[in-house]
């Protein structure tokens, strides 16, 4: 156990950088923080460099906490590192993991282009491990998930099924290469209601950009477009309330 009482401390100097994403590619590792998302990194038996908690928060706990990694910190360093307005006093220092494609393209998959707002990358991806699917694979301009905001949205979800960052065009090839349809999500002459989404197990879906949907260049690469037709007069739903509309569907028998 360590206990550190300085914000000047170079090992917390170093960890406040993470708070950027250019830092945390440096050094190769992120922050989760709240006792939830400690417990699932736990749970899922992933690496865990440092637990870091407060003193008030050592004492309430000791005997539960692995002491092999612990920092012990002040309040006020405890809360410079920390990225919520009422921090729980715990958080811990994950190593960041290269996950790449794997060998065989199975089960269903989800991926993200250009989907920008941290909530809505965190919501699809707990959303694509709620509904069973494969993976979730990252496009470019999406939102880091290794921010806080998404973290917290995808509520340990990263720990459950792989999350993949790469270039969509390389992915949708892929898929292709293995057989695999890959749907769009767009409203166009061709595009099918979702609920004719052909039944299969292996599948890939495209959830858009907020605002711009999925790029042109994209939708030219699918096998087919999906739309949810939408009696009322809004003119469009949230991206998360989307997918999950259209995830749920494909895993229907």
Known sequence: MEIITSKQNP???????????????????????????IEEAVQAEVEIEHIIVTEAYYHSKEKELNESLLIVTSEDVFNSLSSLPSPQGIMAVLPMKNIGLPSNATGKWLLLDEVQDPGNVGTLVRTADAAGYQGVIIGEGSADIYQPKVLRSMQGSHFHLPVISMA??????WFHEHQVPVYGTALDETALPYYEVVRTNDLAIIMGNEGKGIRPELLAKTTKNLYIPMPGKAESLNVGVAAGIILFETIKK
């Open 11 to 37: 090992k917390m100097r170093e960890l406040r950088k993470l708070a950027k994403a250019k830092e945390r590619q440096r050094q190769g590792r992120y922050l989760i923080e709240g006792e939830h998302l």
């Open 168 to 173: 969509l065009t390389q992915a949708i090839d």
